[in-house]
């Protein structure tokens, strides 16, 4: 079985600021993470993934995450923020022989000028 | 044109009426997925398809039934509409590997059930 805890349900930030939106994992198996964004009244976008190889993974619009296996982490960074970053957040989880993917609660992020 | 398309985009029902939501895609791929998002408890599975002739109930299927009357298309349907299956529908599709593959969204369906 695999879950996902996103420690965050709300994370206000002030524009320019940076921001991490944690999301911690628990796996039986190898773990495929993914990061997806969600625009107020849109579907959802993949901003990242991280399937193997390097821990630290790059996405679209200036986000990144670390693998951290020990940890069981793979939060998700971005070090200047943008009032159009506004969202939630989704951290999902696969793994093994296991193609489904199971979502975290969601992080709202809120940008303010 | 989106590749992953769902109709209708808002509906309101009400209690005890059988309504269909359907998802299109043109990405050519097998794997399709239903997933209900409620406020603050993120995505859940509903039902999935690897094909046409392989359909797997989710997590909450209860009150839910699918078709995949072709590649591209996969309805989800609700025989008879509850006000607690008021919710924001998604379809998502797939490629067919094993594992490590991301899914891609259409734009939602909000249903309410009065």
């Known amino acids: 079985a695999q879950s996902v805890t996103q420690l965050d349900s709300q994370v206000p930030v002030f524009e320019e600021a940076p921001v991490e939106l944690r999301c911690n994992y628990s796996s039986s198996v190898s773990v495929y993470l993914f990061w997806y964004v969600q625009y107020p009244n849109q579907g959802l976008q993949l901003l990242l993934k991280?399937?193997?190889?390097?821990?630290l993974v790059k996405g679209i619009n200036g986000f990144e995450a670390e693998f951290n296996k020990s940890q069981t982490s793979f939060h998700l960074r971005k070090p200047s923020v943008h009032i159009s970053d506004t969202a939630e957040y989704f951290c999902a989880v696969s793994g093994g022989s296991n193609y489904k993917l199971t979502f975290g609660k969601g992080t709202l992020l809120t940008v303010n000028p | 044109d989106a590749d992953v398309t769902q109709t209708p985009r808002n509906r309101i029902t009400k209690t005890g009426k059988r309504i269909m939501l359907e998802c299109s895609q043109t990405k050519g791929h097998d794997r399709m997925y239903w997933y209900r998002q409620d406020p603050g408890l993120g995505l859940r599975l509903i039902y999935y398809s690897f094909d046409v002739k392989d359909i797997n109930k989710g997590e909450i299927s209860d009150g839910y039934s699918v078709s995949r009357q072709a590649q591209a298309k996969f309805s989800l349907s609700l025989e008879s509409a509850i006000p607690n299956q008021t919710a924001l529908y998604f379809c998502a599709t797939s490629e067919t590997r094993s594992t490590g593959t991301e899914q891609y969204f259409g734009p939602g369906t909000r249903l309410t059930v009065t």
């Open positions: 991280y399937l193997s190889g390097s821990t």
